[in-house]
Every structure is written in C-alpha cells, then in structure tokens.
C-alpha cells in the first residue's frame, strides 16, 4: 500500500510507511500553554492510529471558568503524513523547534491559529516499557520540550492575544499504547497506574520531571532534568535518582503538592494554583483521554466532530472518569542559595495502589 510518506526517506523496515506491526500503534501530538496569570489554558493534540485507520485531534481552551472542548475524528486512509483531521491542522515550522497549530471554522465556537517555539532541543524520556503479566500494554517513546508561544485564539467571538509570555510544552509520543477499544478479555490483573508528569520553566532554565510507579511506590520509569535555555543539542543535565514526595489533598486523589530532591541541584517544591476561573485543573477527557465516547483511536466513521463544555466549579472532581488532569502549579528552584519561582503544571493519574504515599484501592481517596 504505498502513500505519500513513501517518497520520504523514513523508511524504518521493509514495508511501505502504512504498514505497522501492531493493532495498538499510535503516532501522537500533544501541546499546552497557559497565560502569565492563569486566567486562560489551552490544550491541542492530534493522533495517528495506522492499524486502526483512524486520525483525531482536539482543542481545548480553559477560560472564564469554562473548558470548551472540540474533538474531531476521520479515516486515515493509510496516510501517515497526514498532519490535519477536519479543521483542525498542524505544520512544523522548523523540526524539533517550531509547530505552528490551526484550528479553521467549525461547527463549534472556537478558531485559532498559535505558534509554538521551542526554548532548548528536545529531551528524550526514557523508553516506556510496561506489561501487565505477561500482557504487553505500552513500549512507546516521547520527546518533550518548553517554549513560549504566539498567535490568537477566538471563543465565542472573543479574541485572546498571545505572546511570548504564554508558555506552554509540547510532546510527541509514537509506540503501543491502549488505543481504539477496549480488549475484550480481562487483564490478569487489576489496573495499576500511577502517573506524575511535571514540566516547569524558570527564567534562567526548564525542568523536567516524571515519574511511573507501581503498587509499592517505586518508579519503574523516573527521569529528571534540567535544561538551560539554548536552541542546539547540549545544555541538559540529567538528575541522578530524583526523591519524589507527594502530598495529596484530603478526601481526594489530587494533589496538593510535590517536592523534589535534586541533590546537588537543589529542590523543587510544587504547588497547585486556581485559575482559569475554577480550580486551576484542566480535564484531560476533553483530549480524549479516558473519555467513553471520544477515546483515542475510537472509530467515528468517515467523518466526525464533536463539541462540549466543562463547567470548572461544578466539575464532579473525584469522578473516576475525570482523574486524569494538569493542574496549573507554581514552582520553586531553591539551589545554591538562591530561589527561583516560575510555573508549570503537574499533570497525574493515579489509578490503584500507592503504598509509598498512602493510596489503597482502585480509585479511594487519600485519608491521611
């Protein structure tokens, strides 16, 4: 089956671009940004799901209290260079540097059109490699990178201006991950997933830190790292077993706050923030995450688009279906004396057991 990709060359086997060697191959986007006073959040991403045929892209902006959601789905036609589903499209600028994002009129009530500029050269997180007894569930790499961005974005007629004093991080993940429906059978276990994921940037420097941990607490996947502002390879430094020390807000699964030991390089404190009119949280469903309907993969035939809202005060927050989200965070970088305030988000999923910090059971809240 040959596509335009094949006049590319990108070729990684023997097989035309189209074919891949796994139901569950993803090939993904993903990119936010946040105001200097949090009053508005947006979030973009646009997927490909080659074994499944399918692309699909959201946009989401958080703004006067209210998370509009725009989610589209079409065939992929085998097109792995596909960079566009309905009017929503992407266009790299400058590769592994600038993005640009469009979202043309639709049959919703938001348009845009933002560029994304890089800060540093990407970062390479570890490999994802993950089974579920003998069940492989994920084995997937992602490159992550801050930057600032420009443009506008339209809702409802309102038009927001951005500069470059709206900062953001984009990543790109491609791999196996869970996509389209659910399997059938049971996994040999109960679910287990506990996720932290915390990009920040300061004035002088970006950081870095993640971490996946089992039942017990400990990290089967952590990295930390820190990344001078520059545009060519270079410049990071990688922290070596990063101690992680999350606290969560009584009754919930969400957290109030995260310290990071990083030895010689000093410590992250983080802190969730309000914002955008509500709590500060952005609800990652409206990207299709975990979401019933709009699922990552999930087919929508040839052509279909879809449009919600998210009232951010009245929000079921403990709601199973919504503990996936980024909370905006302050951020302190106390090294050598010296304290260093910027901002982020910390992005969490935590389903199941952490014994190291107190969770139990599938979704019970943290009770101290």
């Given at each position: 089956?040959?596509?335009a990709g094949d006049?590319y060359?990108?070729h990684?086997t023997?097989?035309p ?5 796994d139901r569950?191959?993803?090939?993904r986007?993903f990119?936010?940004g946040t105001?200097?006073d949090g009053s508005l ?10 074994a499944l045929d399918v692309?699909?892209g ?13 989610r589209?789905?079409a065939r992929?036609?085998g097109?792995r ?6 009017p929503?499209?992407?266009?790299i600028l400058?590769?592994?540097?600038s993005v640009?994002i ?7 009530a938001?348009?845009a059109?933002l ?8 970062i ?7 089974r ?14 801050n930057g ?15 500069d470059a004093a709206?900062i953001?991080?984009?990543d790109?993940?491609?791999g ?5 429906k659910a399997?059938?059978?049971?996994a040999p ?5 506990w996720w932290?994921?915390?990009?920040t940037?300061f004035d002088?420097?970006?950081?870095f830190?993640?971490s996946n941990?089992d ?7 952590r990295?930390?790292?820190?990344f001078?502002e ?12 990063p101690?992680?020390?999350?606290t969560?807000?009584p009754?919930?699964r ?6 990071a030991?990083?030895g010689e390089h000093g410590?992250l404190t983080?802190t969730?923030l309000s914002g955008?009119?509500g709590r500060?949280?952005f609800?990652?469903?409206g990207?299709g ?13 040839t ?6 809202r998210i009232?951010l005060n009245s ?16 951020a302190?970088l106390e090294?050598?004396g010296?304290r260093?305030v ?9 389903i ?6 107190g ?6 809240p943290?009770v101290?």
């Amino acid at each position: 089956m040959l596509t335009a990709g094949d006049d590319y060359p990108i070729h990684q086997t023997p097989e035309p671009v189209a074919l891949v060697t796994d139901r569950n191959f993803y090939d993904r986007f993903f990119w936010n940004g946040t105001s200097p006073d949090g009053s508005l959040f947006f979030a973009a991403a646009l997927g490909v799901y080659p074994a499944l045929d399918v692309i699909d892209g959201a946009f989401c902006v958080c703004v006067d209290g209210v998370q509009h959601n725009a989610r589209f789905s079409a065939r992929l036609n085998g097109e792995r260079m596909a960079m566009a589903v309905g009017p929503l499209s992407v266009e790299i600028l400058a590769p592994l540097n600038s993005v640009r994002i469009r979202l043309a009129p639709n049959d919703g009530a938001m348009t845009a059109e933002l560029t994304f500029t890089g800060r540093h050269f990407p970062i390479e997180e570890p490999r994802f490699t993950r089974r579920v007894g003998t069940r492989l569930f994920m084995d997937y790499t992602r490159m992550t990178q801050n930057g600032r961005w420009s443009g506008w974005i339209d809702v409802g007629g309102n038009r927001h201006m951005i500069d470059a004093a709206t900062i953001g991080t984009r990543d790109r993940s491609w791999g196996i991950r869970p996509v389209g429906k659910a399997d059938s059978q049971p996994a040999p276990m109960p679910p287990q997933f506990w996720w932290l994921w915390t990009p920040t940037q300061f004035d002088h420097t970006s950081l870095f830190l993640h971490s996946n941990d089992d039942g017990e607490g400990r990290p089967w996947n952590r990295r930390a790292v820190l990344f001078a502002e520059a545009g060519s390879r270079g410049g990071d430094v990688d922290v070596e077993a990063p101690a992680l020390i999350p606290t969560y807000a009584p009754g919930t699964r969400r957290i109030a706050g995260v310290s990071a030991d990083l030895g010689e390089h000093g410590r992250l404190t983080l802190t969730p923030l309000s914002g955008m009119g509500g709590r500060g949280h952005f609800y990652m469903s409206g990207l299709g995450y975990t979401h019933p309907l709009w699922g990552h993969g999930h087919d929508h035939g040839t052509y279909e688009e879809g449009h919600d809202r998210i009232d951010l005060n009245s929000i079921a927050d403990n709601d199973p279906a919504q503990m996936h989200i980024q909370a905006l965070a302050e951020a302190v970088l106390e090294v050598g004396g010296q304290r260093h305030v910027g901002r982020g988000v910390i992005e969490q999923m935590f389903i199941g057991p952490h014994a190291a910090s107190g969770l139990t059971g599938l979704f019970d809240p943290f009770v101290g």
